[in-house]
């Protein structure tokens, strides 16, 4: 055995609180004294019981007071604001998958976008009845992201993705009146719904959070991500490093920030430049180095192997460094902390979508049309930014561990052909998977998914999770921050098969795979739909039958919201560790939590002792696997 060994939650909180110190020097704020200014947090909220969703409110639920202006009770107000949270989640989603879809349909040879994966482009063309035969594939391109973005405002019938489902789920979707139908219908109908004198039916509001989740797991986000693929490759597994320790005090240190690879994808173009490394020389650097922070991050890191600087609540932390000549985002999860911050050192912090306008940025506006020059201008900008450091304040943390990431389900796929008997066995399918769970090699999998969240130890409850299935043959497929955290720790890293039971270990050896599999960003969570679905078929079980189950333990967002409405409407039972607001009605919680599974075969189980929460899964696994008789 090697000197592998992970690194701790205490490791790395005793490298943020000496981050801390530095900003302490300049007057620098960080999340941790927001918390502490914000605790307690109003009890209203926490229950989800306070509505202020028209003029005659606020209103609020008391003993005294059972029902809002209008008569609208307890239940009906939890849930219009369970609807709305999931709304606001598939909306984001879903805009980022029609961008990617533009970014699709920009694309030319010779111009700032190109189709990397041209059979990727051409199966999903088929898949949608489109003739493929003699086209020219940036008309097919071009074809394919109108009907891709037509998803979204669909006149008639469903989502093209959701035949990729296995029958009996698509038949639970239609049956229950939860199929998606166009993506933008099912954010607005869920706003009509929850807008003042319409539902105040639970069981309507929460069917209709199943649908509205549904339109981004198996719409929107799937979009994002197989279009991705189109445009910038689909993932292989490929080498990687994690946490701070990623910056390099002499390099021009770039962290990209955000969700649309269209933005990273052409940083990390540019910074590879010759004359941009030239230019940075000159400049005084021995280079420049790119690292990632959240979801975007991901998506660098599975296609080029960018390295992973750190998740949600480490974004502070990047600029504390000192080293941090610019950060760069675009969408979704920036705090607007990061203005004020970079202020504080000499870190630019651009912003380039008009969707996500900040105080104290640099605003760059970045579009699929002008990527090339602007793409070029910030990493300009940050070159050029690298004499403003103030050496003084420089202190990158000496932490870093290594990761294999890049499991997409095609690569998946490969890396299980590599271990079928190809005389005996048929190649392409996840029948070797199947054949290690039903053996009980692997017990089950997990999915362990979502953000950081201050209500729990930052990280803690994603690496104890994880470290206590794969010591119990439960293999791991992570994304987002999850999947951050993971890597940081070290158990992405093929060394952390150690850390497995005899099972899982040997199966790690065989595949030659680290326990924990890295799926990607957020988006690419409909991987893992797409994973079960592919399981499902080649079982021939239904997906509610399999041992796998979904976890986000330090969830935090509106999307994660919406992305535990379509794991779930998916047949897939899911395990959080941060409550959704519902506590002040019993009738959602209990809808959530045991009703709904008579719709969709599963359900919701929110359990904040982390350790009970890792039983209830591997409970839930052994249930599963007892009922199919393996
Ligand atoms: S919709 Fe009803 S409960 Fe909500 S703020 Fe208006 S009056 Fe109050
Ligand atoms: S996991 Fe959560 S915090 Fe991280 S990028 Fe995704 S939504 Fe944002």
Not at 243 to 271: Q, R, T
Not at 299 to 322: C, D, K, S, Y
């Amino acid at each position: 055995m090697g000197t592998f060994k992970l690194t701790t939650v205490e490791e790395f909180e005793a490298a943020t609180n000496r981050l801390l110190e530095t900003g302490k020097k300049v007057g620098a704020d960080g999340w941790q004294y927001r918390v502490a200014n914000q605790t307690p947090h109003c009890k209203f909220g926490e229950q989800g019981i306070c509505c202020r969703i028209c003029a005659m409110g606020p209103c609020r639920i008391t003993p005294k007071a059972p029902r809002g202006i209008c008569g609208c009770d307890a239940h009906g107000i939890v849930a219009r604001n369970y609807l709305k949270f999931t709304a606001g989640g598939a909306a984001t989603h879903s805009d980022h998958g029609r961008e990617i879809c533009h970014t699709l349909y920009c694309t030319s040879p010779d111009g700032n976008y190109k189709v990397k994966d041209p059979e990727k482009l051409i199966r999903i063309a088929k898949e949608w009845g489109v003739e493929t035969e003699g086209k020219d594939i940036y008309d097919l391109a071009h074809e394919m992201a109108v009907l891709g973005m037509g998803e979204y405002g669909k006149v008639f019938g469903t989502q093209n993705f959701l035949k990729r489902a296995p029958q009996h789920t698509q038949e639970i979707w239609e049956r229950e009146e939860i199929a998606p139908r166009a993506i933008d219908r099912e954010v607005s109908c869920s706003l009509h719904m929850a807008h003042m004198g319409c539902s105040s039916e639970p069981k309507a509001l929460i069917r209709q959070s199943l649908r509205a989740g549904l339109s981004d797991g198996w719409g929107g986000s799937m979009a994002g991500t197989e279009f991705s693929d189109v445009l910038f490759g689909t993932p292989k597994p490929i080498d990687t490093e994690a946490n701070l320790g990623v910056m390099v005090a002499e390099n021009v240190n770039i962290v990209v920030h955000g969700h649309d690879p269209s933005l990273s994808e052409m940083i990390c173009e540019y910074a590879d430049d010759p004359e941009m490394i030239a230019y940075a020389k000159e400049m005084g650097a021995k280079g420049i180095t790119v690292s990632g922070v959240c979801c975007t991050s991901n998506e660098v890191a599975m296609r080029r192997g960018i390295p992973m600087a750190g998740n949600f609540l480490q974004q502070e932390n990047v600029v504390l460094t000192g080293a941090c000549e610019a950060i760069v985002v675009d969408v979704q999860c920036i705090f607007p902390a990061l203005g004020p911050l970079s202020k504080c050192f000499h870190t630019k912090f651009i912003t380039t979508s008009p969707i996500a306008q900040m105080p104290d940025s640099d605003f760059i506006r970045f579009s699929a049309e002008n990527a090339g020059e602007n793409a070029k201008l910030i990493v300009k900008t940050a070159i050029e930014n690298f004499k403003n450091r103030k050496p003084e304040l420089v202190y990158i943390p000496d932490m870093k561990q290594k990761a294999t990431v890049g499991y997409s389900v095609e690569a998946i796929v490969k890396t299980l052909d590599g271990v079928t008997n190809s005389q005996v066995d048929v190649t392409g399918t996840t029948k070797p998977l199947i054949e290690c769970i039903t053996s009980g090699v692997i017990r089950g999998a997990v999915a362990m998914v979502g953000c950081n969240n201050p209500k729990v130890r930052p990280d803690t409850a994603h690496i104890e999770l994880m470290k206590k299935l794969i010591a119990n043959d439960i293999i791991i497929v992570a994304s987002g921050c999850s999947a951050q955290a993971a890597a940081r720790a070290g158990l992405m890293s093929k060394e952390a098969k150690d850390l497995c039971g005899a099972g899982l270990k040997r199966v790690c050896e065989l595949a030659d795979i680290p326990p924990v599999l890295h799926m990607g960003s957020c988006v690419d969570i409909s991987r893992m739909m797409i994973l079960v679905a592919t399981l499902a078929k080649d079982s021939g079980l239904n997906i509610s039958q399999l041992p796998v189950v979904g976890c986000a333990p330090e969830w935090m967002s509106e999307k994660a919201v919406s992305i535990g409405n379509y794991v779930v409407a998916t047949g897939i039972d899911t395990f959080l560790g941060v409550d959704p607001y519902v506590s002040g009605s019993d009738q959602v919680a209990e809808l959530l939590t045991s009703g709904i599974r008579d719709w969709v075969e599963a359900s919701y189980t929110v359990e904040k002792d982390i350790e009970k929460l890792g039983d209830r899964m591997i409970e839930r696994i052994e249930e599963k696997r007892a009922a199919i008789g393996i």
